[in-house]
C-alpha cells in the first residue's frame, strides 16, 4: 500500500486546484486569535476615544507615523520586494524595512510571504489562504481566526522559498519574532511616550491599538475588499479587482487586477509612479538614494495587449476606455 499511496500524494500535491472553489469544510475555531482581536478592536477604540480627549499631540504623530512607516514595510518590504522580487534592496533597507514591518505585527515576513505567495498562485481555491470563495469576512480576517485549511498546509510546503530561506535579516526576524515583535509592536510604542513627553502608559498603550487595528485591516482589505468591488482592467475573468479608493487608504495597493496580472511589476499599477501610489514613490525615493535598485515593471505595451485581450474594458479610473488608448505612457527610469 505504501506506493500508492505514496503516489497518490505525489499527484494530489502536483494537482493544481481550480478555481472558484470552496469545498465544504469544518472549521476549527482558534480562540486564543479570537480573543486577541477582540481586545485589541476594544482597545483600539479605547484608544481613538482617548486620542480624541486626553492624549499628547505627540503621541498622536508619534503612532501617525508608526502607521505610514509599518504601512510602507507591508506594502514595499513584505508585498512588491519580499513576495514578488519587484525589486531589490541593499542591506540597510532591507533592515529598516524588517523592522518596520515587525512593528506591525503581521507575522514575520518569511510566513507573510508564504501565504502571498500561495494566494497568488493558487487565488480563490482552498489551498488560497485567504480564500475569496469564501466570502468577504473570510478573506477579510476570518481565515485569521480558524485553522489552516489542510490544502493551504500542503501546498504550502511546495511554495519556492529558496530565495528567502538564506536572507540573514529575515532569518533574524524569524528567529527572535516573538521576543521582537513584543518589543517593536507593544513595549516600544508604549514607553517612548511615557519616557520621552511624559504621556500616561494606559493612553500611550491604547493609542498605539488603534495603529495596529488600522494598519491590519488596512492590509485585511486587499484581500477582500480588492477581490469583491471594482473594475477589472487587466483581466475581467478573475476575482481582483481595481480601486481608486482603497488605493487611496493601502498607499497604492488598490490596483489589484493589475497586480494579479503583472505581479512582478513594483508599481503593482498602471500609472506607477502617480501621487495615488504611495508606496512606489517610496520605492523610487530609494531608488533614488540607491538603496533600490532592479525595479521591474510592465512594459505600456505589454500592458495594453493583455488590457485588450482579456480586459474589461475600464481605465484605471473606472471608466470605460477605448483599449487602444488604455494605460501607461509613462516611461521610467530603469
Ligand atoms: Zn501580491
Ligand atoms: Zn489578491
Redesign the pocket.
Known amino acids: 500500500m505504501a506506493p500508492y499511496s505514496e503516489e497518490y500524494e505525489i499527484l494530489k500535491e502536483n494537482t493544481k486546484p481550480v478555481s472558484p472553489q470552496a469545498a465544504p469544510r469544518e472549521y476549527t475555531v482558534v480562540y486564543s486569535v479570537v480573543l486577541i482581536f477582540v481586545y485589541w478592536h476594544i482597545g483600539a477604540l479605547y484608544g481613538l476615544y482617548l486620542g480624541f480627549t486626553s492624549a499628547k499631540w505627540a503621541t498622536i504623530i508619534f503612532n501617525y507615523l508608526i502607521y505610514v512607516s509599518g504601512g510602507f514595510a507591508i506594502t514595499a518590504g513584505s508585498?512588491r520586494l519580499w513576495?514578488?522580487r519587484a525589486f531589490k534592496a541593499k542591506l540597510p533597507l532591507q533592515i529598516l524595512l524588517m523592522l518596520l514591518q515587525t512593528m506591525s505585527c503581521q507575522k514575520s515576513v518569511l510566513n507573510w510571504v508564504r501565504d502571498?505567495r500561495l494566494h497568488?498562485m493558487y487565488c480563490d481555491t482552498d489551498a488560497d489562504p485567504y480564500n475569496s470563495t469564501r466570502g468577504i469576512f473570510y478573506s477579510h480576517i476570518g481565515w485569521l481566526m480558524v485553522k489552516k485549511h489542510p490544502e493551504v498546509i500542503r501546498k504550502g510546503r511546495t511554495i519556492d522559498m529558496s530565495d528567502l530561506e538564506n536572507n540573514p535579516v529575515l532569518k533574524f526576524q524569524k528567529k527572535f519574532y516573538p521576543i521582537l515583535v513584543t518589543l517593536m509592536a507593544f513595549i516600544l510604542p508604549a514607553l517612548i511616550p511615557v519616557i520621552f513627553w511624559q504621556e500616561s502608559l494606559n493612553i500611550a498603550h491604547h493609542v498605539s491599538l488603534v495603529h495596529l487595528v488600522v494598519g491590519s485591516h488596512m492590509t485585511f482589505a486587499i484581500n477582500s475588499i480588492a477581490h469583491a468591488f471594482g473594475s477589472k482592467p487587466c483581466d475581467k475573468t478573475i476575482s481582483p479587482t481595481q480601486s481608486i479608493s482603497l488605493s487611496l487608504v493601502t498607499f497604492g495597493e488598490g490596483y489589484h487586477n493589475y497586480?494579479h496580472v503583472f505581479?512582478f511589476d513594483y508599481r503593482v499599477a498602471e500609472l506607477g509612479n502617480n501621487y495615488l501610489n504611495l508606496t512606489t514613490n517610496f520605492i523610487d525615493f530609494f531608488a533614488w538614494i540607491g538603496w533600490a535598485y532592479d525595479l521591474k515593471y510592465a512594459s505600456p505595451d505589454m500592458v495594453a495587449k493583455r488590457a485588450k485581450r482579456t480586459g474589461d474594458g475600464t481605465d484605471l479610473w473606472g471608466r470605460a476606455i477605448e483599449h487602444a488608448d488604455i494605460q501607461a505612457k509613462r516611461v521610467h527610469p530603469s
Open positions: 508585498h513576495s514578488h502571498h497568488h497586480h505581479p
